[in-house]
């Protein structure tokens, strides 16, 4: 696994938790330039774009999650991190870390999963 994603559990609605994804050696050499995003797949739904951050940590959102989520990264540690804050129900799903770097080259994570229930 070139990408280990981490942090997810389960949470109530209005809660917040930290994604975080470590990436291995393997691809440790060219993480700082390459384009980093968190994608989601809830229950009988298709996988979807949530956030992402270039090598140059322009970060951009989908609708739903704008304002209530942020993706950062430390390229000193290799990692990218999810902050979800204010999550309702419909934030329920599994969350994967995808790496793409300059050459094309992609990497997904083994996915975390985050419930919110009540």
């Known amino acids: 696994v070139q990408l280990q994603a981490s942090g997810g559990g389960l949470v109530q609605p209005g809660g917040s938790l930290r994604l975080s994804c470590l990436a291995s050696?393997?691809?440790?050499?060219?993480?700082?330039?390459?384009?980093l995003s968190w994608y989601r797949q809830a229950p009988g739904k298709q996988r979807e774009l949530v956030a992402t951050?270039?090598?140059?940590?322009?970060?951009s959102y989908s609708d739903s999650v704008k304002g209530r989520l942020t993706i950062s990264r430390d390229n000193a540690k290799k990692t990218v991190y999810l902050q979800m804050n204010s999550l309702n129900l419909e934030d329920t799903a599994v969350y994967y870390c995808?790496?793409?770097?300059?050459?094309?080259?992609?990497?997904w994570g083994q996915g975390t999963l985050v419930t919110v229930s009540s």
């Open positions: 050696r393997a691809i440790s050499s060219f993480f700082n330039p390459s384009t």
């Open positions: 995808h790496l793409s770097s300059r050459w094309g080259s992609e990497y």
């Open positions: 951050i270039t090598g140059g940590s322009m970060s």
